[in-house]
């Protein structure tokens, strides 16, 4: 019995090594297709939400390389200004290391305050923003909060829908003004291929009635969706776009709600270093559709390693998008 078990553990090995090594041999590629050419976002701003980690931090990483001036929007200051501590470490050592020809300077990053469970927090971020940044060339919709136990935030809403969709709505809108005024201009927007499993219930909206991790945050990353698609038709002839992504499988601490049994843990470690993405992999999506000439007027799409991909008629449906784009007016404040 212990022989057989130690081949099978060696077996399931070996095929992850395996896996892994033709992942990551073509990793390359993916990256060469989300990236750029430093200097591309050379006097651009780009606001990231929830750059101080995971997705977040390593798009913030490549598109400072590329000369953006990146400003972190971060629930927790110290950890953002932390990572964006580290993250100059890292660029300095690199230019230390010698400039490749051709390679201009890199941008900037700036951390700020932003806690999208706080309407308060959002309003007073967006007020400093518009105070102080005279441009907007790029805000990226990348903070979220995945399958937590039922929690509410400051204003009463269940915690995925009011971070992953209502905050980002309210963020999104009280900076559309300056994202015109810098037109061109590109929003984007991070989902998940879980939208597929969500629905929009508009009677329980809040989960009140009943809550199920797993679906509440399939349905708010429906609402991504639905919120992109609703704001392109909107931002039409204002030289504004708005994109949504998939980033796959990514090894990042989202899932930290996530119950794991201790005796399990190590063949998840393995199954997760094998086959899900990295950070960096994971952010080309983002950094493609934040900065690639290739989708300059593109907008209102749906996006998958650095490809437009198909959506399930749900995510299509105008009626409902409309709807939920007036209920969350109500619901954040913008309208009474």
């Not at 590329?66 to 971060?74: D, E, N, S």
């Not at 400093?128 to 990348?142: A, F, K, S």
Request: glycine share 10%; with cysteine.
């Amino acid at each position: 019995m212990a022989v057989a078990t130690a081949a099978a553990v060696l077996a399931a090995l070996g095929g992850a090594l395996w896996l892994a090594a033709r992942r990551f041999a073509g990793s390359g590629v993916q990256r060469q297709r989300g990236g750029g050419d430093p200097g591309l976002m050379h006097g651009k701003t780009v606001l990231i939400t929830g750059a101080n980690s995971g997705l977040g931090r390593a798009t913030a990483a490549e598109l400072v390389r590329l000369g953006a001036r990146v400003i972190m929007g971060c629930r927790d200051r110290a950890r953002a200004e932390e990572a964006a501590g580290q993250l100059r470490r890292e660029l300095r050592q690199a230019a230390e290391c010698g400039p490749e020809p051709g390679v201009g300077e890199a941008g900037e990053l700036i951390v700020r305050e932003l806690d999208l469970a706080s309407l308060r927090s959002v309003r007073a971020f967006c007020q400093e923003m518009l105070q102080e940044e005279p441009r907007l060339d790029v805000l990226i919709n990348n903070a979220g909060i995945f399958q937590c136990p039922y929690m509410k935030t400051e204003d009463g809403f269940e915690m995925q829908f009011g971070v992953n969709h209502l905050g980002h709505f309210l963020l999104t809108n009280l900076l559309l003004g300056l994202l015109k005024s810098s037109a061109p201009s590109r929003i984007v927007v991070v989902s998940s291929k879980l939208y597929k499993y969500g629905d929009i219930n508009f009677d329980d909206l809040n989960s009140e009635q009943s809550y199920n991790k797993s679906f509440c945050y399939s349905r708010s990353k429906l609402a991504n969706i639905l919120f992109t698609r609703e704001l392109a038709r909107r931002l039409e002839g204002t030289n504004v776009t708005v994109n949504v992504l998939h980033p796959g499988i990514v090894r990042t601490n989202l899932g930290r709600h996530i119950h794991i049994p201790l005796l399990v843990r190590p063949l998840f470690n393995l199954v997760s270093w094998a086959f899900f993405k990295t950070p960096v992999e994971g952010a080309q999506t983002s950094i493609y559709l934040a900065s690639s000439p290739e989708v300059e007027g593109v907008s209102g799409r749906y996006f998958g390693d650095c490809k437009e991909e198909e959506l399930l008629p749900k995510a299509l449906d105008e009626s409902v998008a409309r709807k939920l784009w007036d209920i969350s007016e109500v619901m954040v404040g913008l309208l009474k």
